[in-house]
């Protein structure tokens, strides 16, 4: 993947997901039945594969009358980047800022404190 990743807008990242969620090519077809819990129409899911495809998110085989789509954009890619944008964002790119925020508004249960220690131990 290039250094400059695409952007990936809301909609286009509920494509992206059924496209990430098995290792396999997927019809026009297959994503509008994965997406049935959206109410999209045909065309709308089209559009959006056409458009990720445009900007290089995705790639796609002919086979017949059928494109088969498949992701070019790694997930654990597009979730560092989105991570990072996050951080800069709304914490100045600090982490001990969004672990605090967290904490202090009692959104870390016991469990994930003791994973976050476990993690840290570098004892």
Do not use: C
């Not at 993947?1 to 509920?14: A, D, G, I």
């Not at 049935?36 to 086979?63: C, F, P, Q, V």
């Not at 070019?72 to 597009?78: F, V």
């Amino acid at each position: 993947m290039s250094e400059k990743q695409p952007y990936v807008t809301e909609s286009e990242y509920e494509v992206m997901k059924v496209l990430w969620s098995e290792d396999k090519k997927f019809t026009l077809a297959d994503v509008m039945a994965a997406l049935t819990h959206k109410e999209w129409k045909r065309t709308t899911i089209a559009t959006l594969l056409t458009r990720l495809a445009d900007k290089g998110a995705i790639s796609y085989e002919r086979k017949g009358n059928a494109h088969h789509y498949y992701p070019i954009l790694k997930q654990e890619e597009y979730n560092v980047r989105e991570t990072k944008t996050f951080l800069e964002k709304v914490y100045n790119g600090s982490v001990k800022s969004l672990v605090a925020s967290l904490y202090e508004n009692e959104e870390l249960s016991k469990e994930d404190i003791d994973g976050l220690k476990k993690m840290f131990d570098l004892e």
